[in-house]
């Protein structure tokens, strides 16, 4: 049974095709600069690659090139739209309405639009792109919503409430959601398969351009790091992370900042990139700090104190901790910050193994047999999450 998943952005579309006896990636790619001016890239298992230029006008101009090049361009990997069991979407946004993955009916595409007052972004391309989907593979085919939310629907009130003003929760549904929990779900279940049994408290590390903490008890979420929004929590490649929420009055006063203007200095502006003033990317921010650039350095010393800090919160929260993780492009290949942590969580009895966190991007142990707390890497794989997902709805 082959699943096709698609990850849809504003100007963008990732897609995979996934042969699931195997789960094999049969071919894969991403549609970008849709509705600008347009190019893609597609991949198959065979080795075949093209990239190219192409009109993308709209989602639907994107689905139609990824058909045409599965279904019968040079390296195709099926016969026929039919080979295709279902496809998979994934959702940012799916409020209190969805706490688990769902079968996409017409009802569906109209909630996902209908979260645009809180998810003004991400889910009204989305519910477009879906639409646009059904539009080039057919009616027929079955189509399944996997939500970055849905995961942590599993957090008590005490955790996803603000302290403002309670009809801000019942009146517009202002709380925590917490995202990424796809990938979330993925770690920290196959940490259970790594591990031999599923971690009694465990805290997932998910540090990327965005990134967020999730503490895990018995494989529910009980707390996560992101909010509302996914600005919340940690600070990222230029989003600011929690900060005390007068800062955004005092400036936007000062500045004579307009709301969308705030919004792109908290979203695009701040984190790694704010503070270093040279990247949003941790790569340039360790390579700047390593030639002496002091702010860069700053960047780096706080996102791994808040690191720290956040994973001590959580282990009060769940009154100790028995396994850390980390996953994203920085928990998996950044070396020196996961050592670093590692030291600083020496007070819960943390140690390193220092041989084995060097490897990047590979499933290892990377704590000290003597540590009180299993430390691990696990690279990330939100795309099988979904198709596995999407899958059980049509076995
Ligand atoms: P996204 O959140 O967009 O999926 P990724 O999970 O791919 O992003 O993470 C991208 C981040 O990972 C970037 O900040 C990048 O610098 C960082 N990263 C990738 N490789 C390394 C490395 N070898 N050392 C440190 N950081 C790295």
Redesign the pocket.
Known sequence: MNILVINAGSSSLKYQLIRMEDETILCKGVCERIGIDGKYSYKTADGYKVEKSADLFTHKDAFDVILHEMVGGEGRVIHSVGEIAAVGHRVTHGGDKFSHSVLIDEATIEAINAMRSISPLHNPPQAATIRACRSVFGEKLPMVAVFDTAFHATMPPKAYTFAIPYKYYEQYGVRRYGFHGTSHRYVSGRIGELMGGQPHRLITCH?????SLAAIRDGRVVDTSMGFTPLDGLMM?TRCGSIDPSIVSYIANLENLHESEMSHLLNGESG?LGVSGVS???????EAAENGNKRAQLAADMLEYQIVKLIGSYAAALGGVDAILFT???G????D?REQVIRDLAYLGVTPDSEANRS?GEEVRISGPDSKVQVWVVP?NEEIMIARDTASFVQ
Do not use: K, M, Q
Not at 207 to 211: C, R
Not at 332 to 335: G, K, L, R, W
């Open positions: 540090l990327g351009n965005g990134s490649g790694l949003s990317d941790f790569r340039d921010v360790l994203g492009g920085i998996e290949n950044a070396v910050l990047r990330t």
